[in-house]
């Protein structure tokens, strides 16, 4: 069985290599990215074929952040991570590629956020929430500060001692 392991106080994630990385992932807005504003990236989590596209619900949650952000809409960067390639593969299959897709994830953040030192916020649904556990933890490992961690719909503990209540994110 397929097992990824984030411990976020002990050390790394400990991912499985035994299935080849998957394609990779696609971050929507990037292009109008600005390091002196605030940025929260949203995560979708395990969308099996045949699936809701994850957009519908990306975009309400995008809309919500901005209209909440503090000085107004358009006020914070937001970016939606999609990670179709592995989201869309077994249950098995896509937590074993959680630490992948979240390397990708952190490699990605680095190369927009520079220096930047403005507040920086994961949402994750469901698996998603791995996703970026991992990303978050290559972050700080990098010397960048993660500000706020939030968890929709935390996925089944028998899924492996990942984030448990008791965890600081």
């Known amino acids: 069985a397929f097992r990824t392991y984030v411990d976020v106080v002990n050390g790394p ?3 499985p290599t035994t299935i080849p990385p998957p394609a ?3 971050i929507d807005g990037l292009a109008t990215f600005d390091p002196s504003k605030p940025t929260v990236v949203i995560t979708h989590g395990w969308q ?3 699936f809701d596209d994850p957009r519908t619900w990306m975009d309400q949650m995008a809309s919500a952040v901005d209209q909440a952000a503090a000085g107004g809409a358009g006020n914070v960067n937001i970016l939606r991570v999609f990670w179709d390639d592995a989201a869309t593969l077994s249950l098995s299959e896509a937590t074993a590629e959680v630490g992948n897709v979240g390397q990708q994830l952190a490699n990605a953040l680095k190369g927009v956020l ?3 030192t403005v507040g920086l916020q994961f949402i994750g649904h469901s698996l998603g929430t791995h996703v970026n556990a991992h990303a978050s933890y290559a972050l ?5 500060t ?3 961690f939030t968890i929709l719909d935390r996925p089944f503990a028998s899924f492996g001692p990942f984030l448990e209540d008791s965890d600081q994110a």
């Not at 700080?140 to 960048?144: D, F, L, V």
């Open 13 to 15: 994630p400990v991912v």
């Open 24 to 26: 990779g992932i696609s």
């Open 48 to 50: 099996p074929l045949p």
């Open 114 to 116: 520079g220096n930047a």
């Open 140 to 144: 700080t490992q990098a010397g960048y």
């Open 146 to 148: 993660v500000d706020q």
